[in-house]
């Protein structure tokens, strides 16, 4: 059930904190703990720890936390209740399996830190309260970690805690615990809502809205409720009231000439304000709801073009892969979402909504949660309703075999039905999914694993309105490549891209270095350059992550431009290739439709500073140049070219693909462009192209043009297309020259910034 009132009725506590080997011990040492907040945090700042927890490699300060308890404890007088007051405890998020106790009562125990505590202690109450909240060690399923063993699977393979905390190729072992949402006391009426469920169905044409409102509530039978709904602009076309019987009710209303709620780039993310009042017989109001509506319709079906290979029956089919909003087709273009603080009690709404902003002005309007991570703040979605972005929710699954016990299938439901519960009201939901790489040969899991068929009979229940896949990738969509150059395999990124044929491309990367001053915040002076192994480059990722020279794979960097001198050229050279290779890959997903219908790269931000990675945000929340860049292989509407290759030479054949791409719902006029080779200071017209007139949401693929790779200079040179009268749709590459005695280049600042063509660095 939901729980209705508002945050700011929240009376906030005093908390402390302290740790203990055995459950029942007495700890005698208490620090200040912070609420929202985690365990870890709150020990090194009332003790000697080396700070900030984020340098070098102090956060293996905190390894030996993981198998101790800890009880964090408040204190607070009784208030004074007025007749038919109720004082709750609520909390939206314990972290991780807990038991509570009010003046040495237990009152309550919970395994999972997606479902919200909410209890009546009324009765427990005495003139001064004492309550604590103790948890549980974390779950390591029998197999307790060993440094340099890698054992993250085993561990979260029994549990609903986000895998990615017991250590991923991007995210160290740091399991985090504590009070980690909105937590504290309110007093509320005996005569009370429990639960509200307001639902719609759309007619065929999508403009009328029938609407139904279920609600529960204690004590609320024969008393009244005034339903107000106000449209987007703030016009009320809903005012009603009506009796509530055997407290339970439920109303119907027809609205007509409604707004859709559309998502970024297709139209207006148009949302109804709802309010209901529970007013008593002299019409005092005792108690308020309110929540945000938008009417749409979402569906996954089949991509256009999408042929059988035999006209046999047979068990498996490519997975619809299309989004279908209110009866029009999108091309969905993102990325992966995970949490944006490793210490997941840190988010603040001003967080979610600088970092979904940012994602909006990226043309972006899907973002994966990923199921290795948590279930975002219920803020995370109010903000993706009010931006139009898409978000396809993971369930807590990824890269396991999960297990058929029973025990763990409780929990699971416990935690999904309070997910579903929470997130189907929101605009913003596309896709419902079961979880990360859940069909892969590391994981093992089917179809028929017990966890999975749970996860779609609870979303059948209780949202069958929203698309439901067991995992991501199924048959026909990619998950991968995830470097530039693939040396077993010789080939680079617009090689092995261009020869994909996927509906779908819902993970993707290219790596690139931080940003330097992101880099001069965690890396010690003496580690700085050259990045060296067992130094903080390697626990921040940079090698050794995933492969032997992931992420910043100095190997490929050498093998382009030479010997690598200084931090500044490290960081230049590794987010060129980032920059260049997220927008190949963007564009030629888009040049790939109407087969493929999806684009979203790995992954969009971090939870701590990496020293390279595949983000296009740097933690906390800097914007890295290859987020410029997908922003504009993203516009709905650009020239692009296939290019076959990043590397040429002199005297080679050198031929590129012409496309114009078009995402949007709008007709294009007849265009002229022109194709320019631009090298050291001069520039080469290869071939000018009329592009003819096209319809809604349809690529026009044009000549190829070529040439003859000129003699250089310099190593780096442009292929630039230019379309008259319309500069927003221009586009330019950055490719490698390998000539023998070609000069090394750099990129200017405007490049990084994704301002302008390609300019040389004066330097």
């Known amino acids: 059930m939901h729980t209705i009132f508002a945050e700011s009725q929240l009376q906030q506590l005093d908390w402390q904190i302290a740790y203990h080997k055995e459950e029942a011990a007495s700890p005698q040492k208490w620090v200040n703990a912070q609420v929202p907040g985690a365990v870890q945090l709150d020990v090194m700042s009332g003790e000697e720890y080396a700070q900030p927890w984020w340098y070098g490699d102090n956060f293996r300060q905190f390894d030996w936390m993981e198998s101790w308890y800890f009880t964090y404890k408040t204190r607070f007088k009784k208030p004074v209740l007025k007749r038919g007051e109720r004082l709750f405890f609520f909390s939206k998020g314990i972290d991780y399996q807990f038991k509570m106790y009010l003046n040495s009562q237990k009152i309550w125990e919970q395994e999972g830190m997606f479902t919200y505590v909410d209890l009546d202690i009324t009765d427990y109450l005495e003139r001064e309260n004492e309550l604590k909240i103790v948890l549980m060690p974390i779950p390591t399923i029998g197999v307790p970690y060993e440094k340099g063993k890698e054992t993250y699977r085993q561990n979260a393979r029994e549990s609903v805690k986000p895998a990615v905390s017991y250590g991923w190729d991007w995210h160290p072992r740091l399991v985090t615990r504590g009070i980690w949402d909105e937590t504290g006391l309110i007093v509320r009426n005996q005569s009370r809502f429990c639960d509200v469920k307001l639902d719609y169905s759309l007619n065929e044409a999508l403009t009328d809205a029938d609407i139904s409102l279920g609600i529960e ?223 892969n040969s590391w994981s093992g899991m089917t179809d028929q694993s017990l966890a999975l068929r749970l996860l779609n009979s609870l979303c059948y229940e209780l949202d069958r309105h929203a698309p439901f896949i067991y995992t991501s990738p199924l048959y026909g969509i990619g998950h991968g490549h995830y470097i530039f150059y693939d040396r077993e395999r010789d080939e680079d990124v617009f090689q092995w891209m261009a020869r994909a044929k996927n509906t779908a491309y819902t993970e993707f990367a290219v790596p690139g270095a931080a940003n330097i001053e992101v880099l001069k915040s965690f890396i010690p002076k003496e580690e700085f350059f050259p990045p060296k192994p067992n130094t903080a480059w390697e626990s921040h990722h940079a090698m050794g992550a995933w492969q032997a020279d992931s992420w ?212």
């Open 217 to 439: 509530g204690n004590e609320i039978a024969g008393k009244k409720i005034r339903w107000i709904l106000t449209d987007p602009e703030g016009k009320i076309v809903v005012d009603k009231q009506f009796l509530v019987n055997d407290d339970k009710s439920i109303s119907y209303h027809s609205l007509p000439e409604i707004k859709l709620w559309w998502p970024n780039g297709y139209g207006l993310p148009s949302l109804y304000s709802s309010k209901l009042l529970l007013l008593d017989q002299n019409n005092r109001v005792l108690e308020q709801h309110a929540e945000r509506i938008g009417f749409r319709k979402v569906r996954l079906i089949m991509n256009e073009k999408l042929q059988e290979e035999s006209d046999f029956p047979k068990t498996r089919s490519v997975a619809p892969m299309s989004l279908e909003i209110n009866n029009r087709r999108i091309f969905a273009k993102g990325s992966n979402w995970v949490h944006p603080e490793l210490f997941v009690g840190l988010i603040t709404s001003e967080l979610y909504r600088k970092q979904l902003i940012l994602a909006q002005k990226a043309n972006f309007n899907l973002l994966r949660v990923w199921g290795g991570g948590i279930t975002n703040k219920e803020v995370f979605y109010d903000i993706c309703d009010e931006l139009g972005i898409m978000v396809w929710q993971e369930f807590p699954l990824a890269c396991n075999n999960y297990t058929d016990d029973e025990k763990y299938l409780k929990v699971l439901e416990q935690e999904a039905r309070s997910i579903i519960d929470r997130i189907k009201k929101h605009a913003c939901l596309a896709i419902w999914s079961g979880g990360n790489e859940l069909f």
């Open 552 to 763: 910043l794979d100095m190997p490929t960097l050498e093998n382009y431009f030479g010997k690598i001198k200084s931090i500044e050229e490290l960081v230049a050279y590794s987010q060129l290739l980032q920059c260049e290779g997220l927008k190949f890959i963007y564009e030629e997903a888009r040049r790939q439709k109407p087969f493929c219908s999806m684009a979203l790269s790995w992954c969009y931000q971090e939870p701590w500073p990496t020293a390279a990675n595949n983000s296009l945000i740097n933690w906390p929340n800097e914007v890295k140049p290859a987020y410029h860049h997908v922003t504009k292989a993203c516009r709905p509407i650009l020239a692009s070219a296939r290019i076959p290759k990043f590397e040429w030479s002199a005297g080679e054949h050198f031929s590129c693909d012409l496309f114009m791409l078009n995402d949007a719902y709008r007709s294009l006029e007849k265009s002229s462009m022109e194709v320019v080779l631009q090298y050291d200071d001069k520039e080469m017209l290869l071939m000018r192209w009329d592009c003819p007139a096209s319809d809604d949401f349809r690529n026009v693929e044009g000549p190829t043009a070529t040439a003859v790779i000129p003699e250089m200079e310099r190593d780096l040179f442009t292929l630039s297309i230019r379309v008259a009268g319309k500069p927003e749709y221009n586009s330019s590459y950055l490719l490698y020259y390998s000539g023998n005695n070609s000069k090394r280049a750099l990129p200017s600042e405007a490049y990084y910034k994704g301002e302008t063509e390609f300019t040389y660095n004066n330097n």
